[in-house]
Nanobody
């Protein structure tokens, strides 16, 4: 069973920085991408950034220039967040999409797994 555990959230003043980490465990066949999403109270969950297995990255317009997503070869994905703003306050979730073999055949299907989330609060 694949599990994701986030850490690194906390309270920070505007202009400060945080580094979020996500540790992934379990067997995954053919990871497509790893990503970070966030959800503020009363709002829909939105994409912050993702990184593909080939290293290609993409960022939401609201965080471009302030966030950097990265991963290593031991199933760890990080999100460095700088110059934080009050509107960055949200629960941040790590997720992964990977391929899984369909029982009884050689075909695969995409599987998506989410972590439990870590709270980021930005205010004075």
């Amino acid at each position: 069973q694949v599990q994701l555990v986030e850490s690194g959230g906390g309270l920070v003043r505007p202009g400060g920085s945080l580094r979020l980490s996500c540790v992934m465990s379990g067997e995954m066949y053919g990871v497509h991408y790893m990503g970070w999403y966030r959800q503020a109270p009363g709002k829909e969950r939105e994409l912050v950034a993702f990184i593909t297995s080939g290293g290609r990255t993409n960022y939401a317009d609201s965080v471009k220039g302030r966030c950097t997503i990265s991963r290593d070869n031991t199933n760890l994905v990080n999100l460095q967040m700088n110059r934080l703003k009050p509107e960055d306050t949200a629960v941040y979730y790590c997720n992964v999409e990977y391929s899984e073999v369909v029982p009884g055949g050689g075909e695969t299907e995409n599987v998506e797994v989410w972590g439990q989330g870590t709270q980021v609060s930005v205010f004075s």
